[in-house]
């Protein structure tokens, strides 16, 4: 994989602005890979990546971010330029059901993921043996006192300077304070095609509404309970014949893909958060 | 296509039940085309659909439904032995937007679906273009007044003798005594995945909460507002990139597609509701 | 519709190139709805679509085309700029089959497609109704002479300044010279997953090959049959349950929504083709 | 998962062949949880599979054989009867991607595969880990000597007694005596929808041709490459943007879905091979 920078703007809109952004990038011998734009003409808003070839950049990323700042403020830019050798360091949260850690985990393990997993934290042990597998450190979190159980995960998102925290089928319901404090940094699946079936035990909840399809939903966490942003759904054909077992079973594909498209988009910096909706450039 | 009868059946589960309709069949010389079955274990019911060979039977359709009366009501089976040559008679009920109309009529003109269609009923002028192209009388209802209008609607089915109303994007809410009475024969589209975005501008409710798929429902009406046994859904992707109206206009072949289907399935005799939710023999 | 003007542009990759055309038109103050790039790096080569409200900008079209052309040479551009209320005319040509020619006058009806639609086009009369229906010159010709048929044709195409020709099901192989005369201005459905089952009775291959998804592709048509550049796919599931008839009839949605998106993207100047493939901005 | 036995027929098709067999099973008081029929018109083929509560029939498995082999006869029938607690023994062959073969292991560990696996099979040494994770021998095979390397394989399928061989993305073609020796045996997964693109690199060749959709197909091995009995097809919108590298990477979740779907209908005996094609009961 080539080393690329990319820069993500979220600013007003206004005419001129991606000609003042690829005139800087000009300037500057930037070879463009891929370029993306979405205006919201409702909120009156510009949205743009850029990945751009970091050989062909005449100048470091310090230098950039620091000349680009200047641009950025003139144009009242919400922005970041990162690099694609940055591993971001990701913590993985599952508690029994282990389809969605084991494909994360391959993914990254295949190279496919670009980050680091520093830690698996999980309320249950048999979550472990996917972490000896990957000679990850694991963590087991006795959740009989929720209140310390969810410090001492704070304290180890804290301590292995967890950029990004994904809960892959992690069955406890996340305090408010850190949903707050990870606002962005926190991901979940869940397993029905929001905002349908909110909530505990989704695919008995379909099974008893008779719906004709599943799905799953990979969203950011917010203090409302699965209604964060959404990144990516997924769905899949059901009958009547059915049980909500089967659903279980075969709604595990659509709650691995949806996972692994949303996860991989955020770790691309593909995603932008607005108001309580995304903007993905996929 | 070959004239085929459709033996329906709906009854409490027990051994020997396929035995005694298949050597009841047998008995008669019937050919069997197509058959089909389903055990719901937590209520201990069993559902079952034959299609016959017409021509194979070595008795006419009367000497069966007497002939079979003894054995179902020996399984205490609801059930129904119709014919593919008795053609149900479908009223079309729509209100501005004309896709759905229009597939139905083209289904229908090319001889996909088996019925007669007897009269198209609108609360817009806008439609009955669509009545002429094909023939059919037209009915524009004023609904100033409700009450008066739905009286006019009902009397418009029994003068028609209705078998199937079908609410071809038809954006008045029917009166609850309306509902009970077309109980299992007045089938509508919805233009969203349900259970989510409920009743009105389905679309708009899924651009405000940013979901990445939307859909569309086919499902048997009943007095709680888009809540009735669903028979069939769609979904297809859509992105960030996508305002309201494009959904409205990609929405379109969803709701097509769905009512395309459940219609057909309905009117196959495929399709037995069982409380709020359907098998769908398909 | 607001109305809009279109640049699409195609060009040798070089470093600069995005930043020359967003000044240029940040100078005439166009206000961009959407943008699109692409680089191909095998051919090194890039393609771009503005999408730009026609209001904003400070010259007329003709001016903008005269000084954007010294750009376009500088960079040696392929490139067109097309204003959305110039209407494409677009000829109809169906044989037998009438499904997709009705989807798609229903969607022109409509307002959907931006285009005109001078005359159809058939080698069956039973075509005429559609065309009646719809107020639009219709065209019987006797297929007995193929030359003489396709002269014809030509004639009408030609008489009727025909910008864009589809061949909504229609069963005849285009001629060679014909296919040339048309290049890139000559789309078809056709009813399989190409290059799967490429020319006679696709579904009938599909049956036999005993595959279990079945599908439809819209292309642009060139000498070497079911070949040419693919704009659209769709596809849809079956089993060992579905007869050649029944796919024939379930595929049809697949060619109805394929031809709808692929004529769409082509008439809104979404498809850019290079060699035997095509970007599609949509 | 409730034992249950699973009874399997092909035979001509013929009045009365329901009322026999469903006689028969109610005779031995069976419950019969799934029933499944299928009549090929043009074969003039029957073809039924019955999944049968175990606890509730009133002989053992081996009497069942007995006595049902004299009805069998009669009918002329291939058939099976076979017990769900009976886990066939299934070999994995795989060369350098891991993908497929770690999404079979994780189905298999967590119980949703019903087989056991008693070898994998390589010609390149990077699987071994995964066969270690799960402890399960691993024979690395050096592929210099073609013939001797499928001369070793042979003797390790009968060695561990091997009912099912599964080529999880085995990039050696097998020979052709091997082929027939393991007809209805031997299950492949392509990376290509088949019949699209035959043979090596699949991928390529749909980045070649610039299709907007790509597959992966399931199917039983022949003598003829890519041209078995088809048992199971996914396929996954791209775009003109997707190179080969992410149609490679992409495409993977048809691979694994594929072959996930195809290796459970196999194992849970839901298909009959029919020349060469399948019926699959699922």
Chains 1, 2, 3, 4 share one sequence.
Request: glycine share 4%; hydrophobic share 40%.
């Amino acid at each position: 994989m080539k080393a690329t920078f990319r820069l993500v703007i979220d600013c007003p809109d206004q005419v001129g602005l991606v000609a003042a952004v690829s005139q800087f990038l000009a300037a500057l011998n930037a070879s463009i890979i891929e370029a993306s734009h979405h205006t919201d003409v409702h909120l009156k808003r510009f949205f743009m990546r850029h990945e751009i070839d970091a050989d062909s950049l005449n100048i470091s990323q310090d230098e950039f971010t620091q000349t680009f700042a200047e641009l950025a403020k003139k144009y009242e830019m919400t922005w970041s330029f990162s690099s694609s050798q940055a591993k971001p360091r990701v913590a993985l949260l599952a508690s029994k059901e282990a389809h969605c850690l084991n494909d994360v985990l391959h993914r990254w393990h295949t190279g496919e993921l670009n980050c680091d997993i520093p830690c698996i934290i999980s309320n249950h042990d048999a979550m472990r043996k996917y972490a000896q597998w990957h000679q990850i450190p694991f963590y087991l979190i006795d959740f009989t006192n929720k209140i310390e159980a969810f410090r001492q995960i704070r304290e180890l998102l804290i301590e292995h300077q967890i950029d990004l925290t994904v809960l892959a089928r992690f069955m406890q319901i996340i305090p408010d304070e850190m949903c707050a404090e990870l606002t962005g940094k926190l991901i979940n699946i869940h397993h029905s095609f929001l905002p349908s079936f909110v909530g505990a035990k989704p695919y008995q909840q379909a099974y008893d509404r008779g719906v004709k399809l599943i799905g799953a939903t990979c969203h950011y966490v917010t203090s409302v309970l699965d209604e964060g942003p959404i990144i990516e759904q997924e769905v899949m054909r059901i009958s009547h014949s059915d049980s909500s077992e089967d659903m279980v079973r075969k709604g595990k594909r659509c709650e691995i893909n949806a996972l692994a498209n949303g996860l991989r988009y955020h770790l691309e910096d593909r995603v932008i958060i607005c108001q309580n909706k995304t903007i993905v450039f996929n």
